[in-house]
């Protein structure tokens, strides 16, 4: 094994970590923009983040061990998924276990923990959005194993660099129906478990109307840090898989330096391009009320639903 | 559609910043690095304040192209930018919403009333001046400021 | 005698001896002790000889003839059933042990004691049954031994003798299918044996094959808690004391399993595809309706028996994808299929019974099993809230706990499934995804329900501020299973040698090998798509490596301790937390037409005049559907029946003595 494979793990975890806080300034960035605004600059987030590391560490008088660790678990699972998914390469020392079945359960893990860190400190808004947050979570689970089992029964195979390596070989593969289906019903899950609008409005300061951000109201300094670190690390791995799933060119096959670094710079321009739409989405879109969420969510876990029949059928 | 036109016509609204001078810059010794997160509270004023704090925040001042933002959790802030003088029912959560922050943190008293009462002195509902709770670090005068005398204090504390 | 012989004679000698103990011995601290140990020992000898049968494949077998009149006792124990005595061996280890300081106070007494050995015997010996007397006998003597226990409790708790009543009435509705199924093979075959039926069952005809394979779904379909004969479950599981819903819930149920797997593929060698359908359906409707009702329950053991439904659920959803494949020939997908679905049985006895151990430490520290009453535990209780949340974990299939392993390939084996060209299984795996993928997400918001409003933030009453962590021997059971939740999912390549040789034991699935091990890495054997271990560790040692890191920071040494943020309101109590039925109500309200939630408002006036309100109480409930609109109907159409057949009873001697005279009668005619 060559130390340019062995490197590319590394080399993906390096990128999602920047990365992840610059997607979240190129959203707010662009916002700003349309709203006629000048906005921060996009490195903001990765400011805000070195100076949070910087202060003090608290902890709620009722909290237990859970809320404690609910961050680095968080960051923990999304770190191991970003070394598992073709973002840069397909070729990688664990190609063979990047399995999206794998990928979905990590991400689920995260979730998990911090719905739990949420209920510990006993705060009536705690409870809220981790309530909130499971059933958006309960609902969009199907939809995401659905998604990706479609996907699968059409390359023939769960594993993620054999399905992005099967797109890359044959680019007209994407256009069947059951594809982009799947993968419509994939985008509509990923602004879910993201909190991105329409389901979850980000920047929203009324507690009732919180879904993510209610759930990391008592975090505070680094802990802060890494529950935003978390949340842009999942949005990045999102949008990455998405792109690669859709336009896999430019990712690396082979271990040369030289493909890699087209490959980063293929990552870097795709994950920004899905979030300079994404800020132009949020710019016309409102936050949609919490109980039509379901409804939402059934749509993509019908669409998703199809997309495994016509998958069925077409092989 | 229409939406989409109106964002083409209306174009930038912000208007040019001053540019920074070394005097006025790294209020906090710079510890907070470029990034400051604020939580406005209200602890009694007539909201003109309010209002003017939040036209700092809007497109015309736009106070987050200096590394400014408002969080909705005092956990999750630096500054407390404090408006209003102190009434006696929100002493304590005053106090609390300070001890809730998490140091290095700094307080703003934001206009004359909550540097020193203002017009509501010696009134019935008023128990004092911000700094007579928690420590005021600075203050920026007015009543209401305007938003280029906030505009000013909020770069001193970030320092751009 | 092979190693396996020796452990499975050892075993049946410390049941034996346990029983023993527990009549004779006359200080209950002894008592309980000893047959608590001894027991424990039976169970670890059942757990031994089950690995010696798993690690070579070659099946204990003895035969009694003068035993039982006319049939005589006749066991074999092979690969297959070896799976289900590792399960039942480890689960009443553990339970017995937990049992010791469990049944201390109140549960002393000589025949409680003396039935749970009794109860355990009867688990190891049902899967190692080889002939249709010794089968019915021992299926017989687990009924009526559970049955006592779940009575065990009646002075305390008002439910359970309705409890045992219904458990009683449909453990033996399932015994008569059982009968008839067993029956009509027997009858086919001349000999009871199931050497003997195995070989003419080929022979029988298609419509008796299928009556028989119905039967068996009734009969052991009611065991493993499948809609719509699942009504016993959530009554007598919580009902019954801990160690003895941990034994029923994590073992016994598996035993549903074992004998539709055993008279489906084994002795009747598999079947046409629209049996397998049928299972499908009623294993995708457990799954789903066991989720959704253990997600709108407070109460935590009622919660946990529903759970036990929709696990029961995806094991029949895995075994019915198994037969498909089997009978439109796929016998590599089949042998993935049946891997997954034995590996989930261990799998889910690990957790599940952790999870009633856990809930009976927290029922005998609090007194309470109502989640709304809870919380704070994690503080006070700190071993059996970390015990719990680990189950919780495991049970939502999460890396790096064992349920993920399972999930994962019971899915692997529907996704490559889909790719056949037979209709049947074209429509069967679409619905079978869907319906793991929804349980997956369900299942996930029910236990951040549970151990979030149970376990974290603050005591709701006096009951769960005064509670007090449990004696160690309690400990140590939920330890033991903790430590195998945490072994399988480690070491799930040593399980890999035995599920082939159970695979191949059970007969009509060619080519077993369920997945294939490469160092870490859990592999399928048809395809370059794996899973490694490696992943979770990573994970818990990313969390390590991170808590580290946290600490070296400028400030990070210390945590400052903090009242909660509330907006600057002045009292945090209790009452402001999430309880367990609002943190489910936006679930609840999506699946409002499948759950049907009940609202009782009663507003009391005041008497001087209506405009005036005194008080109101609202109720909120959700019935079970199924006992609303099936069993309710049967069960009133049954009485009416009974009523009018009431009327050939009148109390006239002289009526009584015509029918004796009538039946005569005909009889003589019949006889010509």
């Given at each position: 094994?060559?130390?340019?494979?062995?490197?590319?793990?590394?080399?993906?975890?390096?990128?999602?970590?920047?990365?992840?806080?610059?997607?979240?300034?190129?959203?707010?960035?662009?916002?700003?923009?349309?709203?006629?605004?000048?906005?921060?600059?996009?490195?903001?987030?990765?400011?805000?983040?070195?100076?949070?590391?910087t202060?003090?560490?608290?902890?709620?008088?009722?909290?237990?061990w859970?809320?404690?660790?609910?961050?680095?678990?968080l960051?923990?699972?999304?770190?191991?998924?970003?070394?598992?998914v073709?973002?840069?390469?397909?070729?990688?020392?664990?190609?063979?276990?990047?399995?999206?079945?794998?990928?979905?359960?990590?991400?689920l893990?995260?979730?998990?923990?911090?719905?739990l860190?949420?209920?510990?400190?006993?705060?009536?808004?705690?409870?809220?959005?981790?309530?909130?947050?499971?059933?958006?979570?309960?609902?969009?689970?199907?939809?995401l194993?659905?998604?990706?089992?479609?996907?699968?029964?059409?390359?023939?195979?769960?594993?993620?660099?054999?399905?992005?390596?099967?797109?890359?070989?044959?680019?007209?593969?994407?256009?069947?129906?059951?594809?982009l289906?799947?993968?419509?019903?994939?985008?509509?899950?990923?602004?879910?478990?993201?909190?991105?609008?329409?389901?979850?409005?980000?920047?929203?300061?009324?507690?009732?109307?919180?879904?993510?951000?209610?759930?990391?109201?008592?975090?505070?300094?680094?802990d802060?840090?890494?529950?935003?670190?978390?949340?842009?690390?999942?949005?990045?791995?999102?949008?990455?898989?998405?792109?690669?799933?859709?336009?896999?060119?430019?990712?690396?096959?082979?271990?040369?330096?030289?493909?890699?670094?087209?490959?980063?710079?293929?990552?870097?321009?795709?994950?920004?391009?899905?979030?300079?739409?994404?800020?132009?989405?949020?710019?016309?879109?409102?936050?949609i009320?919490?109980?039509?969420?379901?409804?939402?969510?059934a749509?993509?876990?019908?669409?998703?639903?199809?997309?495994?029949?016509?998958?069925?059928?077409?092989? | 559609?229409?939406?989409?036109?109106?964002?083409?016509?209306?174009?930038?609204?912000?208007?040019?910043?001053?540019p920074?001078?070394?005097?006025?810059?790294?209020?906090?010794?710079?510890?907070?690095?470029?990034?400051?997160?604020?939580?406005?509270?209200?602890?009694?004023?007539?909201?003109?304040?309010?209002?003017?704090l939040?036209?700092?925040?809007?497109?015309?001042?736009?106070?987050?192209?200096?590394?400014?933002?408002?969080?909705?959790?005092?956990?999750?802030?630096?500054?407390?930018?404090?408006?209003?003088?102190?009434?006696?029912?929100?002493?304590?959560?005053?106090?609390?919403?300070?001890?809730?922050?998490?140091?290095?943190?700094?307080?703003?008293?934001?206009?004359?009333?909550?540097?020193?009462?203002?017009?509501?002195?010696?009134?019935?509902?008023?128990?004092?001046?911000?700094?007579?709770?928690v420590?005021?670090?600075?203050?920026?005068?007015?009543?209401?400021?305007?938003?280029?005398?906030l505009?000013?204090?909020?770069?001193r504390?970030?320092g751009? | 005698?092979?190693?396996a012989?020796?452990?499975?004679?050892?075993a049946?000698?410390?049941?034996a001896?346990?029983?023993?103990?527990?009549?004779?011995?006359?200080?209950?601290?002894?008592?309980?002790?000893?047959?608590?140990?001894?027991?424990?020992?039976?169970?670890?000898?059942?757990l031994?000889?089950?690995?010696?049968?798993?690690?070579?494949?070659?099946?204990?077998?003895?035969?009694?003839?003068?035993?039982?009149?006319?049939?005589?006792?006749?066991?074999?124990?092979?690969a297959?059933?070896?799976?289900?005595?590792?399960?039942?061996?480890?689960?009443?280890?553990?339970?017995?042990?937990?049992?010791i300081?469990?049944?201390?106070?109140?549960?002393?007494?000589?025949s409680?004691?003396?039935?749970?050995?009794?109860?355990?015997?009867?688990?190891?010996?049902?899967?190692?049954?080889?002939?249709?007397?010794?089968?019915?006998?021992?299926?017989?003597?687990?009924?009526?031994?559970?049955?006592?226990?779940?009575?065990?409790?009646?002075?305390?708790?008002?439910?359970?003798?309705?409890?045992?009543?219904?458990?009683?009435?449909?453990?033996?509705?399932?015994?008569?299918?059982?009968?008839?199924?067993?029956s009509?093979?027997?009858?086919?075959?001349?000999?009871?044996?199931?050497?003997?039926?195995?070989?003419?069952?080929?022979?029988?005809?298609?419509?008796?094959?299928?009556?028989?394979?119905?039967?068996?779904?009734?009969?052991?379909?009611?065991?493993?808690?499948?809609?719509?004969?699942?009504?016993?479950?959530?009554?007598?599981?919580?009902?019954?004391?801990?160690?003895?819903?941990a034994?029923?819930?994590?073992?016994?149920?598996?035993?549903?399993?074992?004998?539709?797997?055993?008279?489906?593929?084994?002795?009747?060698?598999?079947?046409?595809?629209?049996?397998?359908?049928?299972?499908?359906?009623?294993g995708?409707?457990?799954?789903?309706?066991?989720?959704?009702?253990?997600?709108?329950?407070?109460?935590?053991?009622?919660?946990?028996?529903?759970?036990?439904?929709?696990?029961?659920?995806?094991?029949?959803?895995g075994?019915?994808?198994?037969?498909?494949?089997?009978?439109?020939?796929?016998?590599?997908?089949?042998?993935?299929?049946?891997?997954?679905?034995?590996?989930?049985?261990?799998?889910?006895?690990?957790?599940?019974?952790?999870?009633?151990?856990?809930?009976?430490?927290?029922?005998?520290?609090?007194?309470?099993?109502?989640?709304?009453?809870?919380?704070?535990?994690?503080?006070?209780?700190?071993?059996?809230?970390?015990?719990?949340?680990?189950?919780?974990?495991?049970?939502?299939?999460?890396?790096?706990?064992?349920?993920?392993?399972s999930?994962?390939?019971l899915?692997?084996?529907?996704?490559?499934?889909?790719?056949?060209?037979?209709?049947?299984?074209?429509?069967?795996?679409?619905?079978?995804?869907?319906?793991?993928?929804?349980?997956?997400?369900?299942?996930?918001?029910?236990?951040?329900?549970?151990?979030?409003?149970?376990?974290?933030?603050?005591?709701?009453?006096?009951a769960?501020?005064?509670?007090?962590?449990?004696?160690?021997?309690?400990?140590?059971?939920?330890?033991?299973?903790?430590?195998?939740?945490?072994?399988?999912?480690?070491?799930?390549?040593?399980?890999?040698?035995?599920?082939?040789?159970?695979?191949?034991?059970?007969?009509?699935?060619?080519?077993?090998?369920?997945?294939?091990?490469?160092?870490?890495?859990?592999?399928?054997?048809?395809?370059?798509?794996?899973?490694?271990?490696?992943?979770?560790?990573?994970?818990?040692?990313g969390?390590?490596?991170?808590?580290?890191?946290?600490?070296?920071?400028?400030?990070?040494?210390?945590?400052?301790?903090?009242?909660?943020?509330?907006?600057?309101?002045?009292?945090?109590?209790?009452?402001?937390?999430?309880?367990?039925?609002?943190?489910?109500?936006?679930?609840?309200?999506?699946?409002?037409?499948?759950?049907?939630?009940e609202?009782?408002?009663?507003?009391?006036?005041?008497?001087?005049?209506?405009?005036?309100?005194e008080?109101?109480?609202?109720?909120?409930?959700?019935?079970?559907?199924?006992?609303?609109?099936?069993?309710?109907?049967?069960?009133?159409?049954?009485?009416?029946?009974?009523?009018?057949?009431?009327?050939?009873?009148?109390?006239s001697?002289?009526?009584?003595l015509a029918?004796?005279?009538?039946?005569?009668?005909?009889?003589?005619?019949?006889?010509r």
């Open positions: 094994m060559s130390v340019t494979r062995a490197a590319v793990p590394i080399l993906q975890v390096v990128l999602v970590v920047v990365a992840g806080p610059l997607l979240i300034g190129v959203i707010r960035k662009v916002r700003a923009r349309l709203e006629g605004r000048v906005g921060a600059p996009i490195h903001q987030p990765l400011r805000d983040l070195r100076k949070l590391l202060k003090e560490r608290l902890l709620p008088e009722h909290a237990s859970v809320f404690a660790l609910a961050p680095a678990v960051v923990s699972s999304a770190v191991a998924t970003a070394a598992l073709p973002l840069v390469s397909t070729v990688s020392p664990f190609a063979h276990v990047s399995d999206l079945v794998t990928i979905t359960a990590l991400l893990l995260g979730t998990v923990a911090l719905a860190g949420a209920l510990d400190p006993g705060t009536a808004f705690g409870g809220m959005g981790s309530s909130r947050e499971m059933t958006i979570a309960a609902l969009t689970e199907p939809t194993l659905l998604s990706i089992a479609a996907i699968s029964i059409l390359a023939g195979t769960t594993n993620l660099p054999a399905v992005v390596a099967s797109t890359l070989h044959r680019p007209e593969a994407v256009i069947s129906i059951g594809y289906l799947a993968i419509v019903a994939l985008a509509i899950a990923t602004l879910a478990e993201s909190a991105r609008l329409p389901v979850d409005n980000p920047n929203t300061h009324l507690e009732l109307t919180m879904v993510h951000e209610a759930m990391v109201l008592e975090y505070a300094g680094p802060l840090a890494l529950v935003e670190s978390g949340s842009s690390i999942r949005l990045a791995i999102f949008l990455g898989l998405l792109a690669n799933l859709l336009v896999p060119w430019g990712i690396a096959t082979t271990p040369s330096v030289a493909r890699l670094a087209l490959g980063t710079l293929a990552f870097v321009g795709k994950i920004s391009l899905l979030a300079i739409l994404l800020g132009v989405f949020e710019v016309f879109t409102a936050k009320r919490l109980f039509r969420v379901p409804e939402l969510l749509l993509s876990l019908v669409l998703s639903f199809l997309a495994v029949i016509i998958a069925v059928v077409h092989r | 559609m229409s939406l989409f036109r109106k964002i083409l016509r209306t174009g930038r609204v912000t208007e040019r910043a001053e920074a001078t070394g005097a006025e810059l790294m209020l906090a010794g710079g510890r907070l690095r470029g990034s400051v997160q604020v939580r406005a509270v209200d602890v009694g004023s007539c909201n003109g304040c309010e209002l003017e939040a036209s700092t925040f809007g497109p015309v001042y736009d106070a987050e192209r200096f590394g400014v933002r408002l969080v909705a959790s005092p956990r999750h802030a630096d500054v407390l930018c404090v408006t209003g003088p102190v009434t006696h029912n929100m002493v304590t959560p005053l106090v609390k919403t300070y001890e809730a922050a998490a140091s290095p943190k700094l307080v703003v008293a934001v206009g004359d009333c909550a540097r020193n009462c203002g017009v509501f002195t010696g009134g019935y509902g008023v128990a004092g001046a911000v700094s007579d709770f420590p005021v670090d600075f203050e920026i005068a007015g009543c209401p400021p305007h938003p280029d005398d505009l000013r204090g909020l770069r504390l970030t751009r | 005698m092979s190693f012989e020796i452990s499975l004679v050892a049946l000698a410390t049941g001896a346990a029983i023993a103990a527990a009549l004779a011995i006359g200080e209950p601290r002894r008592r309980t002790l000893l047959t608590g140990v001894l027991t424990a020992g039976c169970g670890a000898g059942g031994l000889a089950a690995m010696g049968v798993l690690a070579t494949g070659r099946p204990v077998e003895a035969e009694f003839p003068h035993l039982l009149p006319f049939a005589g006792l006749s066991f074999r124990l092979d297959f059933g070896a799976v289900f005595v590792l399960v039942a061996g480890g689960g009443a280890s553990a339970a017995a042990l937990y049992g300081s469990y049944t201390r106070d109140h549960l002393s007494g000589r409680f004691q003396a039935l749970v050995p009794a109860f355990v015997l009867t688990l190891l010996l049902v899967p190692a049954a080889n002939s249709m007397s010794t089968f019915l006998m021992l299926w017989e003597l687990m009924a009526v031994t559970s049955l006592l226990l779940v009575l065990a409790e009646q002075r305390r708790s008002p439910n359970a003798r309705e409890a045992a009543m219904w458990y009683g009435v449909m453990t033996h509705l399932g015994f008569i299918a059982l009968l008839l199924m067993f009509l093979l027997a009858a086919h075959a001349a000999d009871g044996s199931f050497a003997a039926i195995r070989h003419t069952s080929s022979t029988m005809a298609p419509a008796l094959r299928s009556l028989v394979f119905l039967l068996a779904l009734v009969g052991f379909g009611s065991k493993a808690g499948m809609v719509p004969l699942h009504a016993w479950l959530p009554r007598a599981h919580p009902e019954a004391p801990s160690h003895v819903s034994l029923m819930s994590a073992v016994m149920v598996n035993l549903g399993i074992y004998g539709l797997v055993r008279v489906g593929f084994g002795l009747l060698g598999g079947g046409p595809s629209w049996w397998w359908l049928v299972l499908l359906a009623l995708a409707v457990s799954a789903l309706f066991g989720i959704l009702h253990a997600l709108a329950s407070t109460d935590l053991k009622r919660m946990l028996a529903y759970s036990t439904t929709e696990n029961m659920g995806l094991v029949l959803v075994v019915a994808a198994a037969g498909l494949f089997t009978s439109t020939g796929h016998p590599v997908l089949a042998a993935a299929a049946l891997g997954a679905v034995l590996l989930h049985v261990i799998n889910h006895a690990a957790f599940k019974g952790l999870l009633f151990l856990a809930a009976g430490s927290v029922v005998r520290g609090t007194g309470e099993r109502d989640l709304d009453q809870l919380g704070g535990l994690m503080r006070r209780m700190p071993v059996t809230g970390a015990m719990f949340t680990l189950g919780a974990v495991a049970i939502t299939a999460l890396p790096p706990l064992n349920g993920f392993m999930e994962w390939l899915l692997q084996s529907l996704i490559h499934g889909a790719q056949s060209h037979v209709v049947a299984v074209a429509v069967a795996v679409p619905v079978a995804i869907a319906v793991l993928a929804l349980t997956t997400g369900l299942t996930a918001a029910t236990f951040v329900k549970a151990t979030g409003t149970g376990f974290l933030a603050l005591p709701r009453t006096r769960a501020e005064d509670a007090e962590e449990s004696p160690r021997s309690m400990l140590l059971g939920m330890g033991v299973l903790a430590g195998a939740c945490v072994f399988l999912a480690i070491a799930v390549g040593v399980l890999a040698g035995g599920l082939a040789r159970a695979i191949a034991a059970v007969g009509g699935v060619t080519s077993p090998a369920p997945f294939r091990v490469h160092g870490t890495t859990v592999s399928l054997p048809w395809q370059i798509v794996g899973t490694s271990v490696v992943l979770g560790v990573a994970v818990v040692v969390v390590v490596a991170i808590s580290v890191a946290l600490r070296v920071l400028p400030r990070g040494a210390r945590r400052r301790r903090t009242e909660n943020w509330g907006c600057g309101r002045t009292q945090q109590t209790a009452r402001m937390e999430y309880t367990a039925s609002s943190f489910a109500e936006p679930l609840v309200r999506v699946f409002d037409d499948v759950l049907h939630p609202l009782d408002i009663d507003v009391t006036h005041r008497e001087e005049s209506q405009y005036y309100v008080s109101i109480s609202l109720q909120r409930g959700i019935k079970d559907a199924f006992e609303e609109r099936v069993y309710r109907p049967v069960l009133g159409g049954v009485a009416a029946w009974g009523r009018w057949a009431r009327q050939i009873q009148n109390g001697v002289h009526r009584y029918y004796g005279f009538v039946a005569l009668v005909l009889l003589l005619v019949a006889i």
